[in-house]
T-cell receptor
Framework: KQEVTQIPAALSVPEGENLVLNCSFT??????LQWFRQDPGKGLTSLLL?????REQTSGRLNASLDKSSGRSTLYIAASQPGDSATYLC???????????FGGGTRLMVKP | EAGVTQFPSHSVIEKGQTVTLRCDPI?????LYWYRRVMGKEIKFLLH????????ESGMPNNRFLAERTGGTYSTLKVQPAELEDSGVYFC???????????FGPGTRLTVT
């Protein structure tokens, strides 16, 4: 059974810092990995999708890496801003079209 | 292009009552998923439709939950009768194909008292 863990559970940083959020999964036989952002009381916004054959994906100030063999992914946020404050969720799928298994999330606060 | 929409945004019902949640996926998305998060837990998968067919319903907790997707467009999730432990946020997601991103709706917050 796939289990996804995100560390840390919460993180508070001053504006401008570069930061890394971690995601680990127990079963390396994944099809893809998706990073989401959730603002309070809102739905999930997809940030990046990494297919299992890829090593990383970039979108603006965000860079996500994937090391499937070690069961790890990181989300790197450059030059953090107060608007980045949200909960970040990592989710993996075991095969095409399969359900996503979610981690518990990292609650990020960027202070001005 | 409109995103995934869900109705209602909030629902408060008493134990034993029936509630029906609705999800409208992004137009043209054949794949529709239901997930939920109960208090303090991770988001968990409930089921997956491909068009009007149930592809995977392994996450449905019990037979008090019934999901339908008539005509392969919108989907409904009925809980009958509702129990206290059904309280949580129910999310719907859709994807264009089996390998692409899943796009989530804003969720329906269900409170059973």
């Amino acid at each position: 059974k796939q289990e996804v863990t995100q560390i840390p559970a919460a993180l508070s940083v001053p504006e401008g810092e570069n930061l890394v959020l971690n995601c680990s999964f127990t079963d390396s036989a994944i099809y893809n990995l998706q990073w989401f952002r959730q603002d309070p009381g809102k739905g999930l916004t997809s940030l990046l999708l990494i297919q299992s054959s890829q090593r990383e994906q970039t979108s603006g100030r965000l860079n996500a890496s994937l090391d499937k063999s070690s069961g790890r992914s990181t989300l790197y946020i450059a030059a953090s801003q107060p608007g980045d404050s949200a909960t970040y969720l990592c989710a993996v799928s075991g095969r095409a079209g399969n359900m996503l298994t979610f981690g518990g999330g990292t609650r990020l606060m960027v202070k001005p | 292009e409109a995103g995934v929409t869900q109705f209602p945004s909030h629902s408060v019902i008493e134990k034993g009552q029936t509630v029906t949640l609705r999800c409208d996926p992004i137009s043209g998305h054949d794949n529709l998923y239901w997930y939920r998060r109960v208090m303090g837990k991770e988001i968990k998968f409930l089921l997956h439709f491909v068009k009007e067919s149930k592809q995977d319903e392994s996450g449905m907790p019990n037979n008090r939950f019934l999901a339908e997707r008539t005509g392969g467009t919108y989907s409904t999730l009925k809980v009958q009768p509702a129990e206290l432990e059904d309280s949580g946020v129910y999310f719907c997601a859709s994807s264009q194909d089996l390998v692409g991103e899943q796009y989530f709706g804003p969720g329906t917050r269900l409170t059973v008292t």
